[in-house]
């Protein structure tokens, strides 16, 4: 049972994820290939509060989000002057050197080695440590960011949103400044991806370089084509599916190695025939390109 459960809490994160990703990709179309590097940056933040400096959890995760969003808009306000392919090798970059940050600055970070014993949340003094109960937790932040990002792409703001997507030109030529609109949507992403690094570091209660590499990114920018961009019942699908469809890999008895392996190539073929039979997705509203 609690195997299930902690699926479970994984796909509530990879659900964060994916919305936040979602509103780049889908509702903007920014295409945005390092989404991950948000999500490392709340982990880390987070994680080095509570292990360097004693501050709770419930603390660290509002402090991690904000530094996500700031880096988003850091990197965002020069990034946005590129256009299609320019922009996704830039936001490629983004996830490369937030990697390379992680594994290297061993004084702070440990490196490889990772950083253990990162401390659970807690609640009036007890411990949020049974499975269940942060599933509970994890359920509320998604449902949290499920309302949050649907609130926007339904307020005057996302029509913009959408509009940019479509042309962004012509939405220049309606008076709308177009580069605040995007950038509001990038720090809003990586916000919410930092909120997912942050519950995926307390969860684990240990992070290394190898959980927020490139790979990562694509997994989710996987989930969002899989489920259907511009589509919140789809990101939800998305991830719930590519999170729980590997795990059927385990009963096949393959090794680990092997298994890591099937699951890229997995991943990859999803990609190619969703990019070719099925562009929208499963629930998409729009395709990109």
């Given at each position: 049972?609690?195997?299930i459960?902690?699926?479970?809490?994984?796909?509530?994160?990879?659900i964060?994820?994916?919305?936040?990703?979602?509103?780049?990709?889908g509702?903007?179309?920014?295409?945005?290939?390092?989404h991950?590097a948000?999500?490392?940056?709340?982990?880390?933040?987070?994680?080095?509060?509570?292990?360097?400096?004693?501050?709770?959890?419930?603390?660290?995760?509002?402090?991690?989000?904000?530094v996500?969003?700031?880096?988003?808009?850091?990197?965002?306000?020069?990034?946005?002057?590129?256009?299609?392919?320019?922009?996704?090798?830039?936001?490629?970059?983004?996830?490369?050197?937030?990697?390379a940050?992680?594994k290297?600055?061993?004084?702070?970070?440990?490196g490889?080695?990772?950083?253990?014993?990162?401390?659970?949340?807690d609640?009036?003094?007890?411990?949020?440590?049974q499975?269940?109960?942060?599933?509970?937790?994890?359920?509320?932040?998604a449902?949290?960011t499920?309302?949050?990002?649907?609130?926007?792409?339904?307020?005057?703001?996302?029509?913009?949103?959408?509009?940019?997507?479509?042309?962004?030109?012509?939405?220049?030529?309606?008076?709308?400044?177009?580069?605040?609109?995007?950038?509001?949507?990038?720090?809003?992403?990586?916000?919410?991806?930092g909120?997912?690094?942050?519950?995926?570091?307390?969860?684990?209660?240990?992070?290394?370089?190898?959980?927020f590499?490139?790979?990562?990114?694509?997994?989710?920018?996987?989930?969002?084509?899989?489920?259907?961009?511009?589509?919140?019942?789809?990101?939800?699908?998305?991830?719930?599916?590519?999170v729980?469809?590997?795990e059927?890999?385990?009963?096949?008895?393959l090794?680990?190695?092997?298994?890591a392996?099937?699951?890229?190539?997995?991943?990859?073929?999803?990609?190619?025939?969703?990019?070719?039979?099925?562009?929208?997705?499963?629930?998409?509203?729009?395709?990109?390109?």
């Amino acid at each position: 049972m609690n195997y299930i459960l902690h699926i479970l809490v994984i796909a509530g994160i990879y659900i964060i994820l994916t919305l936040s990703l979602n509103l780049l990709v889908g509702y903007t179309g920014l295409p945005a290939l390092g989404h991950i590097a948000f999500a490392c940056i709340g982990a880390y933040v987070s994680a080095l509060l509570a292990l360097r400096l004693g501050i709770s959890p419930w603390l660290g995760l509002p402090i991690g989000a904000v530094v996500a969003g700031l880096l988003g808009l850091g990197v965002g306000y020069p990034s946005l002057r590129l256009k299609g392919d320019y922009l996704a090798l830039a936001t490629f970059g983004l996830g490369l050197i937030v990697y390379a940050v992680a594994k290297n600055w061993v004084e702070l970070t440990r490196g490889p080695m990772g950083l253990p014993g990162i401390p659970r949340f807690d609640l009036f003094g007890w411990q949020i440590s049974q499975v269940w109960a942060y599933l509970i937790l994890v359920t509320v932040f998604a449902l949290v960011t499920i309302v949050f990002i649907g609130r926007i792409v339904k307020a005057p703001i996302g029509r913009v949103l959408r509009a940019v997507r479509d042309d962004e030109i012509a939405a220049q030529a309606l008076g709308k400044d177009t580069r605040k609109h995007k950038l509001m949507a990038f720090v809003i992403g990586a916000f919410f991806a930092g909120i997912a690094g942050v519950l995926y570091a307390h969860y684990i209660t240990f992070i290394d370089p190898s959980s927020f590499t490139v790979m990562e990114s694509i997994t989710v920018l996987l989930m969002v084509i899989f489920g259907g961009m511009a589509s919140i019942p789809g990101s939800i699908l998305g991830a719930v599916i590519l999170v729980v469809l590997p795990e059927a890999l385990r009963f096949l008895g393959l090794p680990s190695s092997i298994a890591a392996q099937v699951r890229q190539m997995l991943y990859g073929a999803l990609l190619v025939i969703f990019m070719i039979w099925r562009p929208k997705g499963l629930l998409g509203k729009y395709r990109m390109g």
